[in-house]
Protein backbone atom coordinates (compact mmCIF):
# COMPACT_ATOMS: atom_id res chain seq x y z
CA UNK A 1 0.00 0.00 0.00
CA UNK A 2 1.61 3.45 -0.60
CA UNK A 3 1.88 5.12 2.81
CA UNK A 4 0.88 8.22 1.33
CA UNK A 5 -2.74 6.94 0.30
CA UNK A 6 -5.17 7.56 3.39
CA UNK A 7 -6.53 4.62 4.93
CA UNK A 8 -9.40 2.73 3.15
CA UNK A 9 -12.53 3.26 5.37
CA UNK A 10 -14.59 0.12 4.51
CA UNK A 11 -12.85 -2.02 6.93
CA UNK A 12 -13.68 0.13 9.64
CA UNK A 13 -17.49 0.86 8.55
CA UNK A 14 -17.53 -2.64 8.26
CA UNK A 15 -16.33 -3.61 11.61
CA UNK A 16 -18.54 -0.68 13.37
CA UNK A 17 -21.45 -2.32 11.34
CA UNK A 18 -20.71 -5.58 12.62
CA UNK A 19 -20.33 -4.53 16.34
CA UNK A 20 -23.17 -2.22 16.29
CA UNK A 21 -25.06 -4.98 15.26
CA UNK A 22 -24.38 -7.63 17.97
CA UNK A 23 -24.16 -5.23 20.76
CA UNK A 24 -28.15 -4.21 19.05
CA UNK A 25 -29.26 -7.68 19.07
CA UNK A 26 -28.11 -8.13 22.46
CA UNK A 27 -29.70 -5.44 23.85
CA UNK A 28 -33.06 -6.73 22.43
CA UNK A 29 -32.42 -10.66 23.22
CA UNK A 30 -32.66 -9.66 27.29
CA UNK A 31 -34.56 -12.59 29.17
CA UNK A 32 -37.66 -11.57 30.15
CA UNK A 33 -37.00 -11.98 33.84
CA UNK A 34 -34.49 -9.31 33.25
CA UNK A 35 -36.52 -6.91 31.23
CA UNK A 36 -39.16 -7.02 33.85
CA UNK A 37 -36.48 -5.89 36.51
CA UNK A 38 -35.23 -3.43 34.43
CA UNK A 39 -39.10 -2.17 34.22
CA UNK A 40 -39.14 -2.49 37.53
CA UNK A 41 -36.34 -0.05 38.23
CA UNK A 42 -37.41 2.34 35.88
CA UNK A 43 -40.94 3.01 37.60
CA UNK A 44 -39.32 2.91 41.01
CA UNK A 45 -36.71 5.74 39.65
CA UNK A 46 -39.81 7.78 38.28
CA UNK A 47 -41.48 7.28 41.79
CA UNK A 48 -38.64 8.12 44.03
CA UNK A 49 -39.02 11.59 44.92
CA UNK A 50 -37.09 13.89 42.29
CA UNK A 51 -33.75 15.38 43.38
CA UNK A 52 -34.98 18.97 41.85
CA UNK A 53 -38.08 18.99 44.07
CA UNK A 54 -38.15 22.11 46.08
CA UNK A 55 -39.24 19.75 49.42
CA UNK A 56 -35.59 18.15 49.39
CA UNK A 57 -34.45 20.82 51.73
CA UNK A 58 -37.61 20.23 53.47
CA UNK A 59 -35.74 17.49 55.76
CA UNK A 60 -32.40 19.09 56.50
CA UNK A 61 -33.46 22.69 57.48
CA UNK A 62 -35.89 20.98 60.05
CA UNK A 63 -33.18 19.31 61.36
CA UNK A 64 -30.88 22.29 61.21
CA UNK A 65 -33.60 24.29 63.17
CA UNK A 66 -34.63 21.45 66.03
CA UNK A 67 -30.62 21.73 66.36
CA UNK A 68 -30.22 25.46 66.85
CA UNK A 69 -33.61 24.81 69.10
CA UNK A 70 -31.84 22.52 71.36
CA UNK A 71 -28.78 24.64 71.66
CA UNK A 72 -30.94 27.50 73.00
CA UNK A 73 -32.16 24.91 75.75
CA UNK A 74 -29.15 23.45 76.76
CA UNK A 75 -27.59 26.88 77.12
CA UNK A 76 -30.23 28.61 79.07
CA UNK A 77 -30.48 25.38 81.37
CA UNK A 78 -26.52 25.77 81.89
CA UNK A 79 -26.56 29.84 82.63
CA UNK A 80 -25.41 30.78 85.80
CA UNK A 81 -28.21 31.16 88.86
CA UNK A 82 -28.92 34.90 88.98
CA UNK A 83 -28.17 35.42 92.58
CA UNK A 84 -31.40 36.36 94.83
CA UNK A 85 -30.10 39.74 96.04
CA UNK A 86 -30.30 40.60 92.46
CA UNK A 87 -33.73 39.89 91.97
CA UNK A 88 -35.11 41.07 95.68
CA UNK A 89 -37.26 38.45 95.80
CA UNK A 90 -36.93 36.58 98.90
CA UNK A 91 -34.75 39.14 100.63
CA UNK A 92 -35.67 39.96 104.25
CA UNK A 93 -36.89 43.73 104.36
CA UNK A 94 -34.00 46.07 105.71
CA UNK A 95 -34.80 49.47 107.16
CA UNK A 96 -33.37 52.64 105.02
CA UNK A 97 -31.39 53.82 107.46
CA UNK A 98 -29.70 50.64 108.63
CA UNK A 99 -26.80 49.66 106.11
CA UNK A 100 -27.12 46.47 104.71
CA UNK A 101 -24.32 43.80 106.09
CA UNK A 102 -22.34 43.70 102.79
CA UNK A 103 -22.25 47.21 101.94
CA UNK A 104 -20.98 48.34 98.37
CA UNK A 105 -18.26 50.84 98.01
CA UNK A 106 -21.07 53.86 98.44
CA UNK A 107 -22.03 52.90 101.51
CA UNK A 108 -18.65 51.83 102.78
CA UNK A 109 -17.45 55.31 102.26
CA UNK A 110 -20.81 57.05 103.45
CA UNK A 111 -20.10 54.96 106.32
CA UNK A 112 -16.69 56.94 106.74
CA UNK A 113 -17.82 60.06 106.19
CA UNK A 114 -20.05 60.06 109.20
CA UNK A 115 -16.97 58.34 111.15
CA UNK A 116 -15.78 61.90 110.69
CA UNK A 117 -18.77 63.53 111.17
CA UNK A 118 -19.20 65.47 114.96
CA UNK A 119 -23.30 65.64 114.43
CA UNK A 120 -23.37 62.02 114.02
CA UNK A 121 -22.29 61.56 117.26
CA UNK A 122 -24.43 64.37 118.65
CA UNK A 123 -27.35 62.76 117.40
CA UNK A 124 -26.07 59.27 118.83
CA UNK A 125 -25.81 61.02 121.76
CA UNK A 126 -29.25 62.57 122.02
CA UNK A 127 -30.81 58.95 122.13
CA UNK A 128 -32.56 59.63 118.60
CA UNK A 129 -31.53 56.64 117.64
CA UNK A 130 -32.26 54.50 120.28
CA UNK A 131 -35.50 53.43 119.09
CA UNK A 132 -34.21 52.00 116.09
CA UNK A 133 -31.67 49.92 118.27
CA UNK A 134 -34.24 48.75 120.07
CA UNK A 135 -35.98 45.50 118.07
CA UNK A 136 -39.25 45.58 120.41
CA UNK A 137 -39.71 49.03 118.68
CA UNK A 138 -42.78 49.86 116.66
CA UNK A 139 -40.96 52.08 114.59
CA UNK A 140 -37.81 50.12 113.98
CA UNK A 141 -40.50 47.30 111.88
CA UNK A 142 -42.37 48.12 108.92
CA UNK A 143 -43.35 44.09 108.30
CA UNK A 144 -47.34 44.48 109.67
CA UNK A 145 -47.78 42.52 112.66
CA UNK B 1 -13.25 7.80 6.31
CA UNK B 2 -10.85 9.37 9.08
CA UNK B 3 -9.57 6.86 11.88
CA UNK B 4 -11.90 8.66 14.41
CA UNK B 5 -14.93 8.49 12.34
CA UNK B 6 -18.07 7.31 13.73
CA UNK B 7 -21.65 7.15 12.65
CA UNK B 8 -23.70 9.87 11.64
CA UNK B 9 -25.88 11.90 14.55
CA UNK B 10 -28.78 10.70 15.05
CA UNK B 11 -32.48 12.54 14.13
CA UNK B 12 -33.33 14.33 17.21
CA UNK B 13 -36.85 14.70 15.97
CA UNK B 14 -37.26 10.76 16.83
CA UNK B 15 -36.46 11.46 20.83
CA UNK B 16 -39.20 10.41 22.69
CA UNK B 17 -41.13 13.59 24.62
CA UNK B 18 -40.95 12.02 28.38
CA UNK B 19 -38.21 11.26 30.38
CA UNK B 20 -39.80 7.60 30.98
CA UNK B 21 -40.13 7.20 27.08
CA UNK B 22 -36.71 7.67 26.54
CA UNK B 23 -35.72 5.63 29.78
CA UNK B 24 -38.06 2.66 28.38
CA UNK B 25 -36.18 2.87 24.44
CA UNK B 26 -32.69 3.11 26.47
CA UNK B 27 -32.64 0.83 29.14
CA UNK B 28 -31.79 -2.55 27.37
CA UNK B 29 -28.40 -0.87 25.86
CA UNK B 30 -27.67 0.93 29.56
CA UNK B 31 -27.93 -2.66 30.81
CA UNK B 32 -25.46 -3.89 28.27
CA UNK B 33 -23.31 -0.93 28.49
CA UNK B 34 -23.04 -1.88 32.09
CA UNK B 35 -22.62 -5.07 32.15
CA UNK B 36 -19.66 -5.14 30.13
CA UNK B 37 -17.78 -2.24 32.24
CA UNK B 38 -18.62 -4.22 35.42
CA UNK B 39 -18.87 -7.99 34.73
CA UNK B 40 -21.68 -8.66 37.21
CA UNK B 41 -25.52 -8.22 36.07
CA UNK B 42 -26.84 -7.09 39.83
CA UNK B 43 -24.02 -4.30 40.00
CA UNK B 44 -25.41 -3.57 36.09
CA UNK B 45 -28.83 -3.54 37.24
CA UNK B 46 -27.71 -1.26 40.18
CA UNK B 47 -25.79 1.46 38.07
CA UNK B 48 -28.28 1.45 35.84
CA UNK B 49 -31.78 1.80 38.10
CA UNK B 50 -29.47 4.41 39.64
CA UNK B 51 -28.68 6.32 36.55
CA UNK B 52 -32.68 6.41 36.30
CA UNK B 53 -33.10 8.02 39.63
CA UNK B 54 -30.13 10.63 38.74
CA UNK B 55 -31.97 11.94 35.28
CA UNK B 56 -35.23 12.54 37.50
CA UNK B 57 -33.04 15.82 38.32
CA UNK B 58 -32.50 16.50 34.28
CA UNK B 59 -36.58 15.95 33.73
CA UNK B 60 -37.26 19.54 32.54
CA UNK B 61 -33.87 19.53 30.53
CA UNK B 62 -35.11 19.62 26.69
CA UNK B 63 -35.03 15.90 25.55
CA UNK B 64 -32.40 16.53 23.02
CA UNK B 65 -29.95 16.97 26.07
CA UNK B 66 -30.82 13.77 27.50
CA UNK B 67 -29.09 11.04 25.75
CA UNK B 68 -25.34 12.67 26.28
CA UNK B 69 -26.64 13.10 30.20
CA UNK B 70 -28.17 9.81 30.77
CA UNK B 71 -24.58 8.19 29.34
CA UNK B 72 -22.48 10.82 31.50
CA UNK B 73 -24.55 9.32 34.31
CA UNK B 74 -24.13 6.21 33.82
CA UNK B 75 -20.64 5.76 33.05
CA UNK B 76 -20.49 8.07 36.38
CA UNK B 77 -22.31 5.55 37.84
CA UNK B 78 -19.96 2.87 36.49
CA UNK B 79 -16.86 4.09 38.01
CA UNK B 80 -18.67 4.32 41.67
CA UNK B 81 -19.76 0.61 41.61
CA UNK B 82 -15.92 -0.34 40.38
CA UNK B 83 -14.86 2.09 43.08
CA UNK B 84 -17.49 0.26 45.54
CA UNK B 85 -16.45 -3.42 44.49
CA UNK B 86 -12.31 -2.71 45.65
CA UNK B 87 -14.20 -1.81 48.90
CA UNK B 88 -15.63 -4.62 49.20
CA UNK B 89 -12.59 -7.26 48.23
CA UNK B 90 -14.46 -9.08 45.98
CA UNK B 91 -11.02 -11.16 44.90
CA UNK B 92 -11.58 -12.83 48.77
CA UNK B 93 -14.88 -14.18 47.85
CA UNK B 94 -15.04 -14.72 44.53
CA UNK B 95 -14.24 -18.65 44.44
CA UNK B 96 -17.97 -18.52 46.12
CA UNK B 97 -19.63 -16.24 43.91
CA UNK B 98 -22.22 -17.39 41.42
CA UNK B 99 -21.08 -17.83 37.96
CA UNK B 100 -24.73 -17.29 36.62
CA UNK B 101 -24.01 -13.29 37.48
CA UNK B 102 -21.01 -13.05 35.31
CA UNK B 103 -22.92 -14.88 31.98
CA UNK B 104 -23.96 -13.02 29.51
CA UNK B 105 -27.87 -13.20 30.06
CA UNK B 106 -29.48 -14.25 26.64
CA UNK B 107 -33.32 -14.97 25.62
CA UNK B 108 -33.64 -17.54 22.49
CA UNK B 109 -36.17 -15.74 20.85
CA UNK B 110 -35.07 -16.86 17.36
CA UNK B 111 -36.70 -19.01 15.07
CA UNK B 112 -33.71 -20.32 13.92
CA UNK B 113 -31.72 -21.79 17.11
CA UNK B 114 -27.93 -21.94 15.03
CA UNK B 115 -28.82 -18.47 14.13
CA UNK B 116 -29.51 -17.61 17.76
CA UNK B 117 -26.28 -19.33 18.93
CA UNK B 118 -23.90 -17.74 16.76
CA UNK B 119 -25.64 -14.49 17.89
CA UNK B 120 -24.57 -15.01 21.34
CA UNK B 121 -20.70 -16.28 20.81
CA UNK B 122 -20.07 -13.23 18.77
CA UNK B 123 -21.86 -10.89 21.16
CA UNK B 124 -19.95 -12.77 23.77
CA UNK B 125 -16.72 -12.53 21.83
CA UNK B 126 -17.29 -8.77 21.38
CA UNK B 127 -17.99 -8.08 25.28
CA UNK B 128 -14.70 -10.03 25.77
CA UNK B 129 -12.48 -8.21 23.90
CA UNK B 130 -14.34 -4.63 24.95
CA UNK B 131 -13.47 -5.26 28.48
CA UNK B 132 -9.99 -6.11 27.74
CA UNK B 133 -9.42 -2.67 26.71
CA UNK B 134 -8.46 0.27 29.11
CA UNK B 135 -11.46 1.66 30.30
CA UNK B 136 -11.34 4.96 28.12
CA UNK B 137 -10.97 3.47 24.84
CA UNK B 138 -13.61 1.42 25.79
CA UNK B 139 -16.03 3.90 26.30
CA UNK B 140 -15.19 5.92 23.64
CA UNK B 141 -15.74 2.56 21.35
CA UNK B 142 -19.68 1.92 23.17
CA UNK B 143 -20.62 5.63 22.98
CA UNK B 144 -19.53 6.72 20.00
CA UNK B 145 -19.52 3.17 17.97
CA UNK B 146 -22.30 1.12 19.12
CA UNK B 147 -24.65 3.99 20.98
CA UNK B 148 -23.67 6.57 17.50
CA UNK B 149 -23.38 9.42 19.50
CA UNK B 150 -21.59 12.08 17.54
CA UNK B 151 -17.69 13.16 18.83
CA UNK B 152 -19.26 16.26 21.26
CA UNK B 153 -21.69 14.06 23.04
CA UNK B 154 -19.25 11.46 23.58
CA UNK B 155 -16.79 14.38 24.92
CA UNK B 156 -19.31 15.51 26.82
CA UNK B 157 -20.58 11.88 28.72
CA UNK B 158 -17.10 10.61 28.97
CA UNK B 159 -16.10 14.31 30.60
CA UNK B 160 -13.38 15.29 27.68
CA UNK B 161 -12.26 17.04 24.73
CA UNK B 162 -13.43 15.93 21.38
CA UNK B 163 -9.47 15.44 20.21
CA UNK B 164 -9.57 12.66 23.37
CA UNK B 165 -12.57 11.17 22.08
CA UNK B 166 -10.36 10.74 19.11
CA UNK B 167 -7.42 9.26 20.53
CA UNK B 168 -9.01 6.81 22.75
CA UNK B 169 -11.26 5.38 19.61
CA UNK B 170 -8.68 5.40 17.10
CA UNK B 171 -6.90 2.91 19.49
CA UNK B 172 -9.59 0.79 20.74
CA UNK B 173 -10.96 -0.01 16.97
CA UNK B 174 -7.17 -0.89 16.28
CA UNK B 175 -7.09 -3.11 19.36
CA UNK B 176 -10.78 -4.64 18.46
CA UNK B 177 -9.08 -5.50 15.02
CA UNK B 178 -6.44 -6.98 16.11
CA UNK B 179 -8.75 -9.49 18.71
CA UNK B 180 -11.88 -10.17 16.02
CA UNK B 181 -10.76 -10.79 12.69
CA UNK B 182 -13.89 -12.28 11.99
CA UNK B 183 -15.68 -9.13 12.43
CA UNK B 184 -14.34 -7.63 9.56
Redesign the interface.
Known sequence: MNSRMP?D?T??????D???A???????????A??G???D??R???A?P???SPWRLAMPLAAMATAVLALGVGLRMQAPPVPPAATGAGTVPTHPAIPSAAPSGDAEASLLTLEDDPDFYLWLGAGEADPMLDPSSEDCCDEPS | ?S?D???EPSCAASLPTT??GF??GI???A??FAEIGLRH?EDA?DA??DA??????Y??RPPVEWTPLFWSVLRSRIVDQQRRRMFRLRWLVSAGEDDADHA??????SADPVR?QE??A??AQ??SALQALPARQREA?QLR??E?LDVADTATAMGCSAGAVKTHLSRA?EA??RH?QD??
Open positions: PPPDRAFDAARHYREAAATLPPLQRLRARAALASAA | MPAGPLDLAEARFRRLVQMIRMLVREIAWADHAGRAYLSFILERLQLYR
